[in-house]
């Protein structure tokens, strides 16, 4: 009996990366993945020639997904204020509502197995760190520096979600002011965005108190 086409394609590639975060990539099959859409092995090959199709589509949607929400820190209108970009960036972390961390590990795991997938964690981590390396040129920062914290930033952030970090989120939410006087550092940018009289930072989600010193007023090209 013939299978009837009642699913999309893209409901298949969800059940797919539902299954890799969940279980790894040796769970993304076809038979199970129709168990748990509750249709035949037929209905799959109405949407897809063969599984490494299927694999392929899912790296695409984890590249466009989980890296869309980094380049519109780059997109907003008006002036390249580095320090609303950077706060973007950290926005995205917070929250995890438009980055899926989850998706990000799995892939990772992933690429230990797949030269496919390793190529396109490569790609990701590559266009990520260039645009911190942006945004850290948009605060001040002159290379090599400016790629440094970029890399840094990229860096620890990839290392929280590898060692599977296990922290409340209030305090998280709480350390965000260390971790950005951290990272930015006296970004001479930054400090002239704020509120010179009182050195603060406002953005959505964060308020950042920052400590006017000399040394923010350095130095930087």
């Known amino acids: 009996m013939t299978a009837k086409r009642t699913l999309a394609r893209e409901d298949w590639i969800e059940a797919a990366r539902a299954e890799l975060i969940a279980r790894g990539i040796s769970a993304v099959k076809v038979g199970r993945l129709a168990r748990n859409l509750r249709v035949t092995r037929g209905s799959f090959y109405w949407h897809f020639s063969t599984h490494q199709e299927l694999l392929r589509n899912l790296l695409q949607l984890w590249e466009h997904s989980n890296t869309r929400p980094f380049e519109e820190a780059l997109t907003r209108e ?87 970090m296990q922290e409340d ?17 006296p970004s001479a940018d930054a400090v002239s965005a704020a509120d010179p009289s009182r050195g603060k930072v406002s953005t959505d989600n964060v308020v950042i108190e920052t400590e006017v010193s000399a040394a923010s007023q350095n130095g930087r090209k």
């Open 78 to 164: 008006g002036p390249r204020l580095g320090h609303q970009e950077f706060f973007s960036i950290i926005n995205l972390y917070l929250e995890e509502d438009r980055y899926d961390p989850a998706f990000d590990t799995a892939v990772r795991n992933w690429a230990r197995t797949s030269k496919a997938a390793a190529a396109a964690v490569r790609r990701v981590d590559d266009r990520r760190i260039d645009i911190l390396h942006r945004i850290f040129a948009d605060l001040g920062y002159s290379d090599p520096e400016a790629l440094v914290r970029a890399r840094i930033t990229y860096f620890h952030q990839v290392g929280y979600y590898a060692i599977d």
């Open 169 to 185: 989120p209030e305090i998280r939410r709480s350390l965000v002011p260390v971790y950005i006087r951290v990272l930015i550092g």
